[in-house]
């Protein structure tokens, strides 16, 4: 029986105030959307190998703006590519890149998120960054992956802030280890449901196979014939690991009146992660369901809202390097996806509630996005019975 987690990262904005006291992830609340647990950092970089780097750039009265990126891995990623897909579910948005991964199934490059207006520069700085790699001297053609949020509303959007620099420090940061949450990154300026949004992390760790439920108990809960089996115990190492994450902006907030610039539109951009051995249609498939899982949340998918995921996998025998002779893959059964799919539906919509949860006020642009009160949110919850 083998096992998987779902972690999601959302980037959220930058705060400007100081807090007495961090705010709390959502299971600090007692939230915990779906059934499978958590990895040990309930965090993106549950997936081995999987590195995150953010940029924060404020500046001034009206510069709210950063850069986030993922690394697959910590080699070459141009001569160690990675298996990936991109599914797109509105198409308002720019996500340079991914008609070559769509059309090859491979990742080469870090994944970098940042503001609408410095996509074509976080483009220049991931093409400098990967022909500078050792072993990349005869290189000659690098398919950049960035995707974007507009910020504009917090931040200074024509002033075009985002320099190669940020973007260069961005991926030279990324690191392993606990993810930083709230207001980072590419998540500096954006808003989410009308409140303040940014970086929130969640994993899952998934179990192949059926819960056994009785009459409508969940018996899986409480028995397990693992446990009373003699000799029989579950193997970290054979853990299929699997994370999403996700940067959200401008999404309107339901039950609240907002003001005119307060719309629905803006871009969601969402990446995930897994160990498991899938190759592109697979992980295409997987993709998809993070989008879904916005609907959660309340998503309404507007006109003008970009809602876009990139998925990869680490597993190491799908790697594609400068090899010329037929190369031996290991790839999961299709009829093994179910468990995948559904934590990625819950990390996706835990991350959400990660990002709104630890984001706090932040003013730019002469505006000032509140973060959700976390008192009347626990009174809300209370009045619903959870």
Known sequence: MRA??????????????????????????????????????????????VRVGHTTIVQGDNVRTG??????????????????????????????GSTQVQELGTIETPIVLTN?????????????????QRGNQEVRSVNALVGETNDGMLNDIRGLH????????????????AVEEGAVGAGTGTVAFGWKGGIGTSSRRVRQGGRLVIDGVPVWKELNPRSSAPGLRESADAAF????????????????RLQAEDDADGSCMIVVATDAPLDARDLRRLAARAVFALARTGSSYSNGSGDFAIAFSTHPSLRVTNASGPQPRTLLPTDNLSGLFEAVLEATEEAVDNSLL???????????????????????MKKYGR
């Open 116 to 132: 609408t207006l410095a996509v074509g520069t976080a483009v220049e700085a991931v093409v400098a960054w990967t022909i500078a």
């Open 4 to 49: 998987a987690s779902v972690a999601s990262l959302l980037p959220i904005l930058l705060s400007l105030f100081v807090q007495s006291a961090p705010r709390p992830r959502a299971r600090d609340l007692g939230i915990a959307p779906g059934v499978w647990p958590p990895g040990p950092l309930n965090a993106v970089t549950d997936v081995a190998g």
């Open 241 to 256: 690991r699997l994370k999403a994450e996700a940067t959200e902006s401008q999404k309107r907030t339901r039950g609240f």
């Open 67 to 96: 850069v986030t990126a993922i690394l697959a891995h910590g080699g070459n990623l141009f001569q160690e590519k990675v298996p990936g897909a991109v599914f797109v579910g509105n198409a308002f948005g720019k996500l340079a």
């Open 162 to 177: 985002v320099t190669r620099e940020h973007v260069t420090a961005a991926i030279a940061g990324a690191k392993d280890g």
């Open 358 to 380: 630890k984001a706090t006020d932040v003013t730019g642009n002469g505006r000032t996005v509140r973060a959700i009160p976390i008192d009347a949110l626990r009174d809300v």
